[in-house]
């Protein structure tokens, strides 16, 4: 509703301005202010007030009308990254209010001017107009210019990271602005009062300043600073490694920018994103990276795509991605080298049009001035001399950089297939290294299980032979382990279906021997780690023991099962269990204190499995866990080492 009343208003208006002859000035005025609240909100609208204004001013002869609404273009085309054309309008504008001598009009015009050679880098060139502007508004007393000029030298700091200086005449403006009435300029001001405090690590103040800024941007014409400040107030964020809360609002600004077709602002977001996913989510760094370079290229702006290739390189390469950081450096200089012959051939034709435009000029004066003509004949040669002794040596130039690039590719080339070798080799030596260690290892287990036995032999009192004999069980499930790790290509892995069949098969040989005691076995096909591998196999150890001692009476038809099911999402269930006479009826799981059941507590919570045991037609053992490729360390919480010797 609101919309449609201002649509209503604005074709009252422009009815009007048609109708009314009298008071021209003042229609120029109601353009003005018609231009500056659509620059942002619709710049299609703006530019159409514009052709009007300058139609009306210029058919009135009134100059300053004509110097205004230019100002007004230029800052049209300055949003939309023409910035030539802006500079030009600018100079122009200031060429009338000079002859006009309107000092404070001049010292609005210069800060336009200040801010096109800031953002070509040309920074003293920058600050000389700010400063001219700056006394030109102390001449009148104008606090509006004299806040907007001190903002503006701030600007010029900060751009050269010279934030000491930039925050002294950030607060001399802030004190101007405390006096007038509030402006996009307040917004500015508050924007680089972010920026500033960020650098220096003042978040506190940073997020005070923007956040005030955000709140009194809400209105349309303010949408464009809108967006700087979401994307300021991200940089907050991120800095103190608040990544979600960053993205929300980067998101929200290119949100916004898409919305109003800003593409400089869409540009400014995704350059925004990217960075704050470079450490966090490359992959996404690289595609929003990706987005700018396009929407850059589809805009036409080469500069841009130049410098944004050059970050979109220089992340492939931080990723370990040479190949496509290669390409795209390639990319990048061969569209500097486009660029680069692009602007000779427009530097080339303007020096065309200037001959012609002399050449002209000589023919009208032909009779007159025949002496003149041949002077200028020599200099139109001298001219095409020097064009071509330029080109050619533009020309050299360009060959020997295209040949130094081409040696410093290959060069690059050879130090990565270097490196990749070497990197090959390492990796061969590691992993037979690592398959030594294993073989010592299961060697040293199998000293240890020889011991135990031997030792066993001398012993008399049952319990410490039992207590012998499970201690080498126990063993003897790690060495099994640790002989499939170096006899397979894994050095950290583990075929579990492999390694329980050949478990089960020792204990059938070494615990349960001679009794009638059948094993039914399932196991599906699983890789594990070996930090998951070993407390699964001792678990087994010490259930098949259990069994074994406790759970069966002489004769009838024994029997213990083994499961091993690899579920949904990761999940891997293991399960054991007999028909024998189960166990006792006061049994806690919690309470237990046996050495087999305080075991397998401790290898369970190492693992982060949950562990029921319970009586059915026997004892039944589930052990539920979520498989895990990582390694880890497998003594790393719940069982200590003591308890497997």
Known sequence: MIRKFAFFLLVLFVNTVSAQKPDDKNNIAKYEQLIKHYRYLKPDS??????????????????????????????????????????AEYQHSLEIFRALDSKKDIASTLIRLGVVKLRNGNYDKAIDDFLNALRNSELVKDKYGMMEANYSISWAYLDQHKDQPALQYLITAEGFNQQLPFSNISLNIYNHFGVVYTRL???????????????????????????????????????????????????????????????????????????????????????????AVLLARAQKIPKQEIRFLE??????????????????????????????????????ETLKGKYELSKSKARIKELDYLNNKRKMQLKTSVLYRNITLAGVAVLLVILILLYN????????????????????????????????????????????????????????????????????????????????????????????????????????????????????????????????????????????????KHAFTEGGNNAINIVLTNGDKQKVILEIYDNGKGLPADFSLKNSESMGMMLMKGLAKQIDASLMIESRVGTYIKVEFISEIIPRVIFESGISEELLQ
């Open 405 to 548: 690039q081409y040696k410093l590719k290959n060069k690059n080339n050879k130090e990565i297939n270097s490196k990749n070798r070497s990197l090959n080799r390492l990796l061969e030596e590691k992993e037979w290294l690592v398959k030594e260690i294993h073989h010592r290892v299961k060697n040293n287990l199998q000293i240890v299980v020889s011991l135990l036995n031997t030792q066993a032999r001398h012993l008399s009192n049952k319990e410490a032979i039992d207590a012998i004999d499970e201690s080498a069980h126990r063993m003897q499930a790690m060495s099994i382990i640790h002989q499939k790790l170096y006899k397979t290509e894994g050095v950290s892995t583990v075929n579990v279906q492999d390694y329980l069949e050949e478990l089960t098969a020792y204990l059938k040989d070494s615990v349960v021997k001679d009794k009638d005691i059948r094993f039914i076995k399932s196991f599906d096909g699983l890789t594990l780690d070996i930090s998951q591998a070993i407390p699964i196999g001792l678990i087994v150890n010490e259930a098949v023991t259990n069994a074994v």
């Open 201 to 291: 690590n003042d978040f506190k103040k940073a997020e005070y300043y923007l956040k005030k800024g955000l709140e009194l941007s809400q209105k349309p014409e303010y949408q464009g600073l809108n967006i700087n400040l979401l994307n300021n107030l991200a940089g907050v964020y991120a800095r103190q490694g608040q990544i979600a809360k960053a993205v929300k609002f980067q998101e929200l600004a290119l949100a916004r920018s898409k919305a109003i077709g800003n593409y400089l602002r869409e540009l400014q977001s995704l350059l925004a994103l990217s960075k704050t996913y470079t450490k966090t989510n490359p992959d996404k760094a690289i595609y929003y990276l990706t987005e």
């Open 311 to 348: 970050y979109l390189s220089e992340l492939y390469k931080s990723q370990g991605n040479y190949k496509m950081a290669l390409e795209t450096k390639d990319r990048q200089y061969a569209l500097a080298d486009s660029f680069f012959f692009k602007k000779m051939s427009q530097n080339i």
């Open 46 to 87: 703006a530019k159409y007030f514009c052709k009007q204004a300058l139609i009306l001013a210029r058919s009135k002869g009134d100059s300053a009308g004509v110097a205004k609404i230019l100002l007004q273009k230029g800052m049209i085309d300055d949003n939309d990254g023409r910035f030539d054309d802006s500079e």
